[in-house]
């Protein structure tokens, strides 16, 4: 008389005795092969779950793991996330700051500036040489990805409402960050040209880089 043969109960916790924290999939890989939906193993490690007989708990990555009683998922752990790095003071730069700078680089050239600080209402530098004017909106460092993209999209804006006189020159003015260089690169060259655009990249030592699309 042959014994009784193993239930799949048995062969569930035969399995998690030598290994444990094991998905479905795997269960059933090493059950019944990789061939077999684990729709079976699923049904049966929640019924065994209910009964207190085994663990099914969700490891770091999110699956869900059947383990013994008393024991962990036997998982590598994750790798542990860098902490976010301090936003540098040396690049950055207020939206008074950069103004500062660009008067000092303005007025070595030969331009009178007439600078609207911190909230008054106008053109954040309106710059005159020789009958010609310049106007130039200027927009702060920010701390984070998304503000800055705000700001870009805003000085864009405000520059746009500027333009009343077709004779004078526009541009808009960041910190020298790659994320700002990012975003005007990837503006339409047609878009500059048309608009007759073009960016001033200030840096926080004041040096200026005039970014022209010919």
Not at 107 to 124: F, H, L, M
Request: charged share 20%; net charge positive.
């Amino acid at each position: 008389m042959s014994g009784r043969q193993p239930s799949l109960q048995d062969r569930i916790l035969k399995a998690l005795a030598g290994q444990s924290g094991l998905t479905d999939r795997a269960l059933t890989d090493l059950i019944f092969g990789k061939a077999v939906h684990p729709s079976r193993i699923n049904q049966e490690c929640r019924l065994m779950a209910g009964r207190g007989l085994i663990l099914r708990e969700k490891d770091a990555l999110g699956a869900i793991c059947n383990s013994m009683p008393g024991t962990a998922p036997h998982l590598p752990p994750l790798p542990a996330k860098p902490p976010p790095s301090p936003p540098d003071d040396r690049l950055f730069l207020s939206e008074d700051d950069l103004k500062r700078h660009l008067v000092g680089w303005l007025e070595g050239d030969g331009w009178a500036t007439q600078v609207a600080w911190g909230r008054t209402r106008g053109a954040d530098i309106l710059a005159t040489r020789g009958g010609r004017s310049w106007v130039i909106e200027a927009k702060g460092s920010g701390t984070l990805q998304p503000m800055r993209v705000n700001y870009f999209l805003g000085a864009l804006g405000e520059l746009l409402q500027r333009m009343s006189d077709p004779a004078a020159s526009y541009s808009i003015a960041l910190p020298d960050l790659g994320q700002f260089r990012g975003l005007w690169q990837r503006l339409p060259v047609l878009a500059k040209q048309r608009l007759g655009i073009s960016a001033l990249f200030v840096a926080p030592d004041g040096r200026v880089d005039h970014a022209i699309e010919s």
